[in-house]
């Protein structure tokens, strides 16, 4: 099956500089990557995906990088703000529909 | 828009007693829907994943008896958790996928959760 790593698992940064959180994935199957954030009690919040015939997305302060070959793919938060901390997960999908979750990583913004 | 409403949203029982989560999509017909296990501070586990009408697919390490899963229609699935104990004490987490459409096949909408505490 599809095995999902996420680094870093825990990451603070100045308001105003980038985050980067980087995910591997194990199957070339997998085709479509989003991204979730989820805050503290709440649900998962989709902020941004790519599929795996596009090898970078951008929506405003939110960016997304893939490599196939590689199997890893990345989001890259720019100008950061203190309501962009949240905990961040990656997941890979197949065409199966399931979604496979890294393991998290907890963004901190200092203001 | 895309909702999916999960109840109840935390719920205490006694060891033993069998609880019911429901995760219904609002606005959409999901043609499949997914449960998720989530530890604090840890990951979403896929525990199962939901096609209406036909039997769940469990993953593996997940007891098929222990976690009743029924998709009764496009928009309401149920998790019953038989016989909890507290073990199975945890955050459980639904999400509903729109069928049809490269674009829309893929995503998953999520409900807001359900706190299990087995006492």
């Known amino acids: 099956g599809e095995n999902v790593e996420q680094h870093p698992s825990t990451l603070s940064v100045q308001e105003g500089d980038s985050a980067v959180i980087k995910c591997t994935y194990s199957?070339?199957?997998?085709?479509?990557f989003p991204w979730y954030k989820q805050e503290l009690g709440k649900r998962p919040q989709l902020i941004i995906d790519?599929?795996?015939?596009?090898g970078e997305k951008k929506d405003q302060r939110i960016a997304v990088t893939l490599n196939k070959t590689a199997k890893h793919f990345s989001l890259h938060i720019t100008e950061t703000q203190p309501e962009d901390s949240a905990v961040y997960f990656c997941?890979?999908?197949?065409?199966?529909?399931?979604?496979?979750f890294g393991t998290g990583t907890s963004l901190t913004v200092i203001p | 828009g895309a909702v999916v409403s999960q109840h109840p949203s935390w719920v205490i029982c006694k060891s033993g007693t069998s609880v019911k989560i429901e995760c219904r999509s609002l606005?959409?017909?999901?043609?499949?829907m997914f449960w998720y296990r989530q530890f604090p501070k840890q990951s979403l586990m896929l525990m199962a994943t939901?096609?209406?009408?036909?039997?769940?697919?469990?993953e593996q390490g997940v007891e098929k008896d222990k976690f009743l899963i029924n998709h009764a229609s496009l928009t309401l699935s149920t998790l019953t958790v038989t016989s909890a104990h507290p073990e199975d004490s945890s955050f459980y987490i639904c999400?509903?996928?729109?069928?049809?459409?490269?674009?829309?096949?893929?995503?998953?909408?999520f409900g807001a959760g359900t706190r299990l505490s087995v006492l």
């Open positions: 999400s509903a996928s729109k069928g049809g459409g490269a674009g829309g096949k893929n995503i998953q909408y």
């Open positions: 199957d070339s199957a997998s085709n479509y």
């Open positions: 790519i599929r795996s015939n596009v």
């Open positions: 997941a890979a999908a197949n065409t199966g529909n399931q979604f496979y």
């Open positions: 606005d959409f017909q999901a043609t499949t």
């Open positions: 939901s096609n209406e009408g036909s039997k769940a697919t469990y």
